[in-house]
């Protein structure tokens, strides 16, 4: 059986690595203080739970069952600024579910958290490099908004790194998290059994101009990079008018102008463009709009125009027979207050499908906040979850 208790417990102490302050959310990026330390704590209790410790070079911490078993988890990284069970849930579940699977005989339940899933070099590159999806060498050579390189970043986990962890131990992934959306919360069911997951593209786009005086410089002839993006970005929602439907989604999160002072006009702006869908052909018509109008733009302005690597994952749809072990347990833990959803937020799930069966389940985000420090869920809701989960694990074997 699960306790509840225990399992409140320890994700509450994960909470307690990178703080962003009382009851806030966390600052745990990938590699940074808390990040590592995090690991540490979590190697710890896996190691109580009976586990074998293994992380591989990307960071990737495992606690192994015997093999063959089923894999559970998601990740501890968080965003800059990040919500406490955005993955935490999830690995903090798995460690519950493993434990008292061991502990009743029942069967082997290994636990992983992913290393940098939300992006700091890329998409989900822990287990996107696990799955084969990205060759260790490419996503060396990614960088973060800083521009510290991946392959420097990760020599902070120094002598932690045990070695690859071969994949075909594992029979099958489930992943358990918030669903960071007002679905559940909004229509007030419990859980959520994931259909399947959008697909991504994420790239950085520069616009080089002329770095100039602010006071001196007629606004007809200047060259200046903030303005190629603002036009850009309001040229841009017009003309994906015709081609997104409602569940289509664009950021553009992250803009960096050089050099970002009040009285200069300025030379470059490097920027982040993010466009997600469930539908591989749409993000394909959505990157050949994208690179067009950045030309169109940067030509107009008598500017120059780089483009960084595409980075993106596929969508995918989650394993039949996982997916209705969940079903069952949600029925049960649930009668009549559950249903079934895409997910519009990515996961590690997505390349571990590369790899084995995946599914996923979710519980409510309260008004549907993440990625920001107030994210939250009830305490009934985010216990029915790991209930969900157990009867599932049996259910599967
Ligand atoms: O952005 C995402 O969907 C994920 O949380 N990294
Ligand atoms: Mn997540
Ligand atoms: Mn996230
Ligand atoms: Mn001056």
Do not use: C
Request: glycine fraction near 12%.
């Amino acid at each position: 059986m699960i306790n509840p208790t225990r399992f409140l417990s320890d994700l509450h102490h994960l909470r307690s690595f990178g703080p962003a302050g009382v009851g806030k959310g966390v600052v745990r990026p990938a590699y940074s203080d808390a990040d590592v330390a995090a690991r540490d704590w979590l190697a710890g209790r896996m190691r109580d739970a009976g586990l074998t410790v293994q992380m591989d070079g990307m960071g990737n911490l495992f606690g192994l069952a015997d093999a063959p078993s089923l894999l559970m988890g998601s990740h501890s990284d968080s965003q800059p600024e990040g919500g406490w069970l955005d993955g935490a849930l999830g690995v903090i579940a798995a460690l519950e579910i493993a434990r008292a699977s061991r502990e009743a005989g029942g069967p082997p339940v290994s636990v992983v958290s992913f290393q940098d899933e939300e992006g700091r070099f890329g998409v989900t590159t822990g287990s996107a490099v696990w799955s084969g999806h990205l060759g260790q060498n490419e996503a060396d050579v990614l960088t973060d908004h800083a521009g510290v390189a991946l392959g420097d970043a990760r020599k902070a986990l120094g002598d932690r790194v045990t070695g690859p962890v071969d994949p075909s131990q594992f029979t099958g992934f489930i992943e358990m998290h918030i669903e960071q959306g007002p679905t559940l919360d909004k229509s007030g069911e419990q859980i959520g059994v994931v259909t399947d997951i959008v697909g991504i593209r994420d790239m950085k786009i520069t616009f080089d101009g002329q770095q100039n005086h602010a006071g001196t410089t007629p606004m007809h002839l200047r060259r200046d990079a903030f303005q190629a993006v603002s036009a850009f970005n309001t040229a841009l929602n017009d003309r994906f008018r015709n081609v997104v439907t409602p569940q289509t989604v664009w950021t553009i999160g992250h803009v960096s102008l050089h050099p970002n002072a009040s009285s200069i006009v300025p030379g470059r702006a490097v920027f982040s463009m993010q466009w997600r869908d469930g539908d591989s052909d749409r993000l394909l018509r959505m990157e050949g709009i994208i690179r067009d109008l950045a030309a169109q733009v940067a030509q107009d302005r008598g500017l120059g125009l780089s483009f960084g690597p595409l980075l993106g994952l596929e969508p995918v749809a989650m394993d039949g027979r996982l997916r209705r072990a969940l079903e069952q347990g949600a029925e049960a833990v649930a009668p009549g207050n559950w249903r079934t959803m895409p997910s519009g937020a990515l996961h590690d799930a997505t390349n571990v499908s590369r790899l084995m069966p995946v599914a996923m389940l979710f519980v409510p985000s309260i008004d549907g906040i993440s990625h920001a420090f107030e994210e939250d869920t009830a305490e009934d809701d985010l216990i029915a979850g790991v209930q969900v989960l157990e009867r599932a694990v049996q259910a599967l074997t």
